[in-house]
């Protein structure tokens, strides 16, 4: 099943959160089964997701376990909302081994990490067995809603290029501009299991056209 994951970054409200997510469910069809949608929302809207039924991620956790870490969040604890949670996102600028660390901690609290990395010759030393591998060049994220995708191409090229190097069932999503226009090309790829979409993913419509471009 491909993995359609929406990452939302550190975007809407409270009420601008149960609007997208009311709006969102209520263009949703019974017989998508092809797809499993998953919401990365801030950690304070977990709740707000997980009540909806649809998948949920965190964006970010602790590599500690627990005790006196003011302002971290565990996995312990996150565990409860989420069966998957985003590690090492480029933004956040953590080194391979901290990135490493949030993923074992993801996989003890058996929470699936979805662990970003930006080179594709690096993709075998982030993968675990029950990961999610995530990859994604800062110079195609989106800032501002300005698109600047790859060419599908390149991708296709480079995940074929990177599950050579895998085990045969890793997990392998692309990330940076997936939007409307491009997700039914993504969707083509055999390699890709997957986007994480970020900026395409704060107005519900424009999801939904993404994850029924890998529905159909
Ligand atoms: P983008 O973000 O879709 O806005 O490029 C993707 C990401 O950073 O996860």
């Given at each position: 099943m491909k993995l359609v994951i929406a990452n939302w970054k550190m975007n809407m409200n409270l009420p601008e959160t149960t609007g997208w997510l009311e709006e969102f469910t209520r263009m949703q069809k019974n017989d998508s089964l092809a797809v499993e949608v998953v919401i990365a929302p801030p950690f304070p809207y977990l709740g707000e997701v997980k009540s909806t039924g649809l998948s949920v991620g965190a964006q970010d956790v602790s590599a500690l376990e627990k005790g006196a870490h003011t302002g971290e969040v565990g996995a312990f604890q996150i565990k409860d909302y989420c069966k998957y949670c985003i590690v090492g996102h480029s933004e956040r600028k953590e080194d391979k081994a901290a990135v490493l660390k949030k993923r074992n901690a993801c996989l003890k609290a058996r929470i699936i990490p979805?662990?970003?990395?930006?080179?594709?010759?690096?993709?075998?030393?982030?993968?675990?067995?029950?990961?999610?591998?995530?990859?994604?060049?800062?110079?195609?994220?989106?800032?501002?809603?300005?698109?600047?995708?790859?060419?599908?191409?390149?991708?296709?090229?480079?995940?074929?290029?990177?599950?050579?190097?895998?085990?045969?069932?890793?997990?392998?999503?692309?990330?940076?501009?997936v939007n409307r226009q491009n997700a039914k090309e993504l969707a083509n790829i055999v390699e890709l299991d997957g986007v994480l979409v970020g900026n395409a993913s704060l107005d519900p419509a424009h999801f939904m056209e993404i994850v029924e471009a890998f529905t159909l």
């Open positions: 979805i662990v970003c990395f930006v080179e594709p010759a690096d993709a075998l030393d982030y993968y675990a067995d029950g990961a999610v591998l995530a990859w994604e060049d800062p110079a195609n994220i989106s800032v501002g809603g300005n698109y600047k995708a790859k060419d599908p191409q390149e991708i296709d090229a480079e995940a074929t290029f990177m599950k050579k190097s895998l085990p045969d069932n890793a997990t392998l999503v692309y990330g940076g501009s």
